[in-house]
């Protein structure tokens, strides 16, 4: 009889270990440095913000989504490096792009006056708890100044 009990009791442990977690919240850049700067392809290095809104630690293997910048895509951006998150955290993922000179072009009257602009994140994540591994999609958008004279000094903003 106890013997049915634990396995009941191991079953609903598992079953409510096992929620399906959250898609991550997109909070903004909190830095952004330019690594190489040409007329062609430039190097960017920036630190993403987010939030994991679930009451668990999850593990993040894979990031694969487009930057848009007003609407127009900017870079396409990948992370394929295990980073463990914690509950109910906010937390920062570096992010090392390439983006060609023309896209920047685009918005330069909107950067030099360093008027806020639309960054939108669209792909997938997966995410891992335990054995359980699952791709969500992501969808993000922030307003947010990108002050060009700190990111060509190269310092935070």
């Given at each position: 009889?106890?013997?049915?009990?634990?396995?009941?009791?191991?079953?609903?442990?598992?079953?409510?270990?096992?929620?399906?977690p959250k898609?991550?919240?997109?909070?903004?850049?909190?830095?952004?440095?330019?690594?190489?700067?040409?007329?062609?392809?430039?190097?960017?290095?920036?630190?993403?913000?987010?939030?994991?809104?679930?009451?668990?630690?999850?593990?993040?293997?894979?990031?694969?989504?487009?930057?848009?910048?007003?609407?127009?895509?900017?870079?396409?951006?990948?992370?394929?490096?295990?980073?463990?998150?914690?509950?109910n955290a906010?937390?920062?993922?570096?992010?090392?792009?390439?983006?060609?000179?023309?896209?920047?072009?685009?918005?330069?009257?909107?950067?030099?006056?360093?008027?806020?602009?639309?960054?939108?994140?669209?792909?997938?994540?997966?995410?891992?708890?335990?054995?359980?591994?699952?791709?969500?999609?992501?969808?993000?958008?922030?307003?947010?100044?990108?002050?060009?004279?700190?990111?060509?000094?190269?310092?935070?903003?």
């Amino acid at each position: 009889m106890k013997s049915n009990h634990s396995i009941l009791i191991l079953f609903v442990v598992l079953l409510t270990s096992c929620a399906a977690p959250k898609p991550f919240i997109f909070k903004g850049l909190s830095s952004i440095k330019v690594e190489k700067a040409s007329f062609g392809k430039n190097l960017f290095n920036a630190q993403f913000l987010y939030e994991n809104p679930n009451k668990f630690e999850v593990t993040l293997k894979k990031i694969d989504c487009d930057i848009l910048l007003n609407n127009q895509l900017l870079t396409h951006y990948a992370l394929d490096t295990i980073f463990v998150i914690p509950a109910n955290a906010s937390f920062q993922l570096p992010a090392k792009m390439e983006i060609e000179l023309s896209s920047l072009l685009k918005n330069s009257v909107d950067i030099l006056f360093n008027k806020p602009m639309k960054i939108n994140v669209k792909g997938n994540a997966t995410l891992s708890k335990g054995l359980f591994t699952k791709t969500l999609p992501i969808e993000f958008e922030v307003e947010q100044k990108l002050n060009l004279g700190s990111i060509l000094s190269g310092s935070k903003y």
